[in-house]
Each structure stands twice: as C-alpha cells, then as structure tokens.
C-alpha cells in the first residue's frame, strides 16, 4: 500500500515537474532547433560515422579526467605520505601545497598556472590544464589519503613491525589496503569533483566538452539546446562512474 | 513530515504556476521604449573591448560605447544602468530581458541577425591584426598568417573571430573570454598573432614595441556596427534608428569617434 | 635538508627563468589604487573595484550559504526520515546537481530558469521606486536595483549548487546518531517527532557543524564561477582590470591572495575549534 502510494506521488511529482519546464519551454520567446542538434555529435551515413564537435571535446574532457585522476591519486599520495613522515620540512612543505591549493579557487589557480608558471617552465596548454586540475584535486585526495592513514590503528603498524617487516612493505601490504577499503568512497566522489571541474579548463582554450559547446553557441546561439545536452552528457559520465564505483565497493567488501 | 511535503508542493505550485514564463509574452507585447519611460532606467548591456567600453581607474566606466549609451538615455530623459555581461552570452541575455538594448560594439552579421535585430550603423569597424616579432618574422599579409602551423588568438564570439577564420581557414585558433588573455597569449610569444577590431591591435603593438608588430597596416574587414535588440519590437528600432540619424547628422559620432579611436588622450584616464 | 636544498634551488630556478623568458615588465605601484583611492574633490577614500569585488563575493557567499543551509537541511531531513517518495524527491535533487558542473548548472540557471522566475517578480523594479535610504541599504547587504535579479539567481544558483552538498551532510549527521537514541527518547514517551525535534536534530547539528562550515569555505571559491554571468564579483573585477591596464600577473597574484586572505584564516580556525571541541565527545 505505501509502495504503491510513494509510486504515484514520484510519478505525479515528475509529472510536475514536466508540466513546469514545458510550459516555460513554450512560453520562453526562443526558436527551438533541436534538430540541429545531431551534427554537432555524428556526421556522416551508414558506416563512416565522423565524431562532430561536441563529441571530440567530450574525448578531450575524459582524457583531461583520465591523466588528472592518476597524477591526482599520485600527488596526494606522496603529500599524504609526506606529511606523516617524521621530516619536518617535508611535513611543511605538504602542508603548504594543500593549504594554499585548498584555499583559493580553482578557476584562479588555472589562470595562474597558464599565464604565469607554464610560460615560465614551457609547458603546453593542454599539460598545464592537467596538471592545474591534478594539483587542485590532489589536495583534496591527500586528505582523504591522510585521513584513511590515520584511521588505522595504531596496533596494526606496531604488529607489523614486530614482525619484521620493513616500513615500505607496511605500507604496500598493511595500510594501503585497508585505507582503501575505507577511503573509496570519498576518492570516488573526488573523481566525480574532477570530472565536473574539467569543465574549467575551457577557460584557457582547451576544447573540451564546455568549450565546444561555448563556441557551437557563440556561433550559431543554440544556447538552450547546447547547455542541455552538454549536461545531460555530463550526467551519463558521472552517474555511469558513480555506477561504476559502487559496484567496485561491493566487490571490495565480499573479498575482505 | 507530511507538512514538510505539503509546504515543499505548495512552494513549488506557487512557483510553477503563478510565473511560469509569462516573462516570454511579457518581453513582446510592450516596446521597451515605453517600458523604459515607465521605469525611468534605460539598462543596457555591454562587454569591455578597449576602447569601447573599459573601466578607468576610478572603476567608473568609459568609453566611445559609453558615451554613445549616456547621451541616448540623457535624450530620452531616463537613467542608464550598464549590465557587464560576457561576451559569449550577450546575445542569450539580451534574449532572455537581462537588459533592453545592446549597445556594445556589436557588428551586424546575419548569423546574429537571424536571433535578434539591429539599428543602422552608427559606427564602422574594421578588423586588423598585432603579431610578434619574433614568431611572425618577416610575415607581411594573410597569406602568410595563413598556413597550418600558424596560431591565431582571438576573442571568443566575436566578429573578429568570425573574420579570421574567414581570411585564414588554415590557421589554428586559440578562443578566449577576454581580449586581456588573448593579448597575453601573444605578449608570452604563444601566438603568432592577436585578431581585434582597430584601433585596439595598433595601441597594443605601439606599447610594446620591441615584442610587437602591426603586420599588416589597413584593416582586412569593413563591419558596420548597430544597436542590438529583441525581434518583433519596431517601435524601438525606429525610435533608436532615428535617433543615430539625428547624432549623425549633428556630429556627436563622429567626435566621440575621433576621441576614441584617433587620439590617446584617453589612455591617462586608464593607467 | 636535502628536500629543503632541492626546494630553494627549484624557487630560483624558476624565478630566474621567469625574468629572462617573460621579460616581463612588472608594475606594482597601480594596484593599490583599484582598492582604494581618494577622491579628488571631497578628499575622502573611495572604494574602488577590487574591494568591491571583495565585498560582492562576501555577500553571495553569506547569502548563498544561508539560502543553501536552508534548502540543504530541509532536502538532507527528508532523504534520511522521509517516506519513500521524500527519497526520491532529496535523492533526485542531490544527484543531478551533484552529477553536473556548477558551470553547467550555473548558465542553464542563468538563462533558462531565472528569466524564467526571478524576472517576473520584478525585485528591480520594486527596488528602484523605494526610497533613497533603502535602496542604499539594499545596496549594501544586496546589490544594486541594476544587478539585483543576476545577484539573486547567483544566489540561488550557488545556493542549489551548495544545497546539494549540505543534504548529504546533514542525512550523514542523522543517520550516524546511534539507534539507541531512539529507543532511549521512545522508552522515557516521547513521540516519534518529538524526538526527531528534541533529540535527534540538535545532535546531528552538533555532528555536522565543522562540515557545514567548511562547505562555506567552499561556497566563497565556488563563487567565483559566477563571474561567468556577469555578477561583479571577485573574480569578474580581476578580468575586468586585465581587460583595461593589461597587468595579467600583478592582477592575478593580487586576487589570488584575496581569496587566500578570505579562506585561510576561516579554515584554520574551524580546524583549531574542531579540535578543541574533540576530547569533550
């Protein structure tokens, strides 16, 4: 009886929903031309399919996300890694990178990196977008890292010890693992952050997913149509990664 | 709990059904002239393209567009508001009655005449180009800009994009939001050279003599710029096509126009 | 040592070949003057863009965190005691705003849903036909009759962005209490939403304090995307200042530090009072 009711309330409340955007979409003075729409993902017929513009930005987007989530997962690894060891001045120094990184807006740190550092070092647009958008979400993971460390206790390490085993092994065969286990989730979530916050390297001229659709729509003013589909292909990324992820996390917990 | 759905429903109901996009209907039935008179404000939209529009350094704004919008709402007896909007959105925002009319150095294309309307000319403008030196050595037309391995900046959305993808299919382009970021892409050697509607690349290579050239001296394109609005209101497009007559003929362009565009007496009132 | 050795030598490094390859001209000595400056002819100090710019980001932060909270607690209840359909409702809302980027969400709101809503209520006009004194007031805790409708739906778009974040904190903070909670308020009488009120919410509040701030540390960088409608924000009046005197690295730095100014001195005190409060659990 309650299933059936929460049911019709969802399908009611979509319904509304529905009814709203339909009826702004109609009343809102704008020229829809969803049909224009294909060519702009697909061209081509029967076998040669060419990738349109939004869909070679969407590449551009995943591989930005794909080399990011590794140097990310890398860079809070170490800084993790750094500022529980017993140097001081590495303690610092990773104390400094996550602090500053933490405390100030990614858009700010793209632009500074672009037009100030990578001059400086020659680095290409495409690499200082990476590496600004790696820099930025690895200091969100070194304290995912950093927590998921502390987190096992202290009893573990010592054990481990008593064993004999070196410290580089405790880490690869004790706290890894179990850090892991426990951090995935929060590491998950960051890999969406970084997928959504990609979209800022359009800033810098880097033809993403974003600024592809801000070309398409500077050019032919499709604005609404574009803005909507870009979401949308957003949406199946993340909600497919997420998917992805929770699946992962069950395997995780019927191994251990 | 069962209150906090109904409140949630009735908030959105409220939403809903009272507002939903009357906006669109509301936008067209009246002239903005009227509406403007009613109001008192005339809100006009514009975007920083030096020196058309910028800020000085009191952070008040100036500018040849700037003039041509205060003395426009001085003669029709109203305020003026200036909404800074991004380039790459001006025209959604127009559209969507974030301000009444866009006075921004807007060159009449068809592509943009296809969504919203345009005045006569009260101004032309013309594209032209800064290079550097060192990248661009020895290039001295399109032709030369004109080849694969050759990178353009330019501000993204606007006609100066349109023109060099026109005069220079091959080249590769760099888009950015602002004129600024293109201009530094170029100044750190990036970019063989920045695309602007003139005088703009002319000041630049002039302060910066030693990085920069002008590689090509008469401007490549010829664009007239308008007053830009929504479609369907002709009383407004009269009333501002009249009124670019009248200041034409008055000579209140073309003087604004020599101040902006052919003296520096303006650059003190920047830096 | 060696760490420390390795640093210094990679700061010159890049310090060095940063004059030789930017040949970069640097011109401090015009910055202060976009923060403050005095007018020449009543001779007192002006704001100028910069601590304007400063102030707007302050305010949409305040404004959106607490539109958010608001939101954010009434979604994050619902996904946590709700009924199946209240799920649903917190569930959709958390993830589609969470799946999208802010940017995204930020223009579609922009342009689709606040001319849609926000311009229809006319807070423009109402401003303008109100006194002097309260457009001044309005001005100073909002903005501008000019600007208020694009300050009020960044508000509610940073607002529903944030929102999103802060249900998922809130659900956290209630379904973490222990069950025995519950069965302790059920066995002295209370009734089932007396204790949800009573018991149950202060805790959670509790729990999720130091969460909730640091979403407002969040919501300040956040902030800065809405430059990209034109809200004249921190952000907006840097790019704004690049346009016109072209100094990119003083302007950038310059706001960079702002930001930092803002944010730093916020997060280390949470971290101070989070650990303070710690050993009391």
New interface residues.
């Given amino acids: 009886m309650?299933?059936r009711?929460?049911?019709i309330?969802?399908v009611l409340?979509i319904a509304?929903l529905a009814?709203?955007l339909t009826?702004?979409?109609?009343?809102?003075?704008?020229?829809w031309q969803w049909y224009r729409l294909k060519a702009y993902f697909f061209s081509g017929q029967g076998m040669d399919i060419v990738p349109g513009l939004l869909m070679q930005g969407l590449a551009v987007t995943l591989k930005i996300s794909g080399i990011g989530l590794v140097l990310s997962l890398f860079l809070g690894g170490v800084s993790a890694v750094a500022r529980l060891s017993p140097?001081p001045?590495?303690r610092i120094?990773a104390w400094l990178y996550v602090?500053?990184i933490?405390?100030?807006?990614?858009?700010?740190?793209i632009?500074?990196v672009y037009?100030?550092?990578s001059?400086?070092?020659?680095i290409s647009?495409f690499w200082s977008a990476v590496w600004a958008l790696s820099l930025f979400e690895g200091a969100y993971a070194s304290e995912i890292i950093r927590s998921g460390i502390l987190g096992i206790p202290k009893g573990q390490v010592e054990a481990a010890l008593g064993l004999g085993l070196s410290r580089p092994v405790i880490y690869y065969k004790v706290i890894i693992p179990q850090m892991l286990r426990t951090t995935l989730p929060m590491l998950a979530g960051q890999s969406?952050s970084l997928i959504?916050?990609s979209?800022?390297v359009?800033?810098?001229?880097i033809y993403d997913l974003?600024?592809q659709a801000?070309?398409i729509?500077?050019?032919?003013?499709l604005?609404?149509e574009i803005?909507?589909a870009?979401?949308l292909c957003?949406?199946i990324i993340?909600?497919s990664l997420?998917f992805f992820i929770r699946k992962l996390e069950i395997r995780m917990k019927f191994i251990h | 709990m069962k209150r906090l759905t109904a409140i949630f429903v009735v908030l959105m109901l409220a939403a809903g059904t009272a507002f939903a996009g009357q906006t669109g209907a509301m936008l067209s039935k009246e002239s903005i002239v009227e509406k403007i008179q009613k109001q008192g404000v005339l809100r006009v939209g514009m975007s920083t393209f030096v020196p058309w529009a910028m800020k000085d350094k009191n952070g008040e704004l100036i500018g040849f567009e700037i003039d041509v919008a205060k003395k426009l709402a001085k003669d029709m007896g109203v305020k003026i508001e200036f909404v800074p909007t991004a380039w790459s959105g001006i025209i959604p925002a127009l559209l969507t009655g974030k301000f009444d009319v866009i006075i921004g150095g807007m060159g009449i294309t068809p592509e943009r005449n296809l969504k919203v309307n345009f005045t006569m000319p009260y101004e032309f403008s013309g594209m032209s180009m800064v290079a550097h030196k060192k990248k661009a050595d020895g290039f001295s037309g399109v032709e030369d800009f004109n080849k694969k391995e050759v990178t353009i900046a330019v501000r993204m959305g606007t006609t100066a994009e349109q023109a060099a993808r026109k005069f220079m299919p091959k080249a590769q382009f760099k888009l950015f939001e602002n004129e600024s970021q293109a201009l530094q892409e170029l100044n750190l050697g990036r970019v063989h050279a920045v695309v602007s509607s003139a005088p703009m690349p002319a000041f630049h290579a002039l302060k910066f003599p030693d990085k920069l050239f002008v590689p090509i001296k008469e401007n490549f394109t010829k664009e007239p710029i308008g007053f830009a609005l929504r479609k369907g209101d002709y009383d407004a497009l009269n009333f501002f096509n009249n009124w670019i007559l009248i200041n034409h003929a008055s000579g209140f362009l073309k003087e604004r126009q020599t101040y902006w565009f052919e003296t520096k007496e303006w650059e003190r009132l920047v830096q | 040592m060696v760490a420390l050795a390795l640093v210094a030598a990679a700061i010159s490094f890049f310090l060095s070949r940063m004059g030789s390859v930017l040949a970069y001209e640097w011109d401090w000595s015009a910055i202060p003057r976009y923060f403050m400056f005095r007018d020449g002819e009543t001779g007192r100090l002006v704001p100028n863009i910069l601590l304007k710019g400063f102030f707007t980001t302050i305010k949409l932060s305040i404004w959106a965190t607490v539109l958010a909270f608001v939101l954010g607690t009434l979604s994050g209840i619902m996904g946590a005691r709700g009924d199946g359909f209240q799920r649903f409702v917190s569930r959709t809302y958390v993830e589609t705003v969470r799946n999208v980027p802010s940017l995204v969400l930020l223009i579609i709101f922009y342009y689709f849903v606040s001319s849609q809503f926000l311009d229809i209520l006319g807070l423009d006009e109402w401003l303008r036909r109100q006194s002097p004194g309260v457009r001044e007031f309005t001005g100073f805790i909002l903005a501008d009759p000019g600007s208020i409708n694009a300050f009020a739906s960044a508000v509610a778009a940073l607002a529903l962005y944030e929102g999103a974040y802060i249900s998922e904190i809130v659900r956290g903070g209630i379904l973490g209490l222990p069950r025995g909670q519950w069965e302790a308020a059920y066995s002295i009488g209370l009734s089932g939403p007396k204790t949800f009120r009573l018991v149950i919410l202060p805790q959670a509040f509790r729990q999720v304090a130091f969460p909730l701030a640091g979403q407002f540390i969040s919501t300040i960088k956040d902030s800065a995307i809405v430059s990209v409608i034109s809200i004249q924000e921190l952000t907006f009046q840097g790019m704004e200042l690049m346009s016109a005197t072209f100094l990119t690295f003083e302007v950038w730095i310059t706001v960079t530090l702002l930001y930092f100014a803002l944010t730093f001195p916020l997060s280390r005190a949470i971290s101070l009072l989070e650990k303070r409060s710690a050993p009391r659990e």
Avoid: C
């Fill in positions: 309650h299933l009711r929460n049911l309330k969802s409340f509304f009814a709203v009826l702004g979409y109609q009343n809102l003075e704008y020229n140097f001045v590495l120094l602090e500053t933490r405390n100030t807006p990614l858009l700010i740190q632009f500074l037009f100030v550092i001059p400086v070092l020659d647009a969406v959504k916050d979209a800022l359009s800033t810098i001229s974003t600024m801000q070309k729509v500077s050019e032919t003013f604005t609404f803005w909507f870009v979401a957003y949406l993340t909600a997420s």
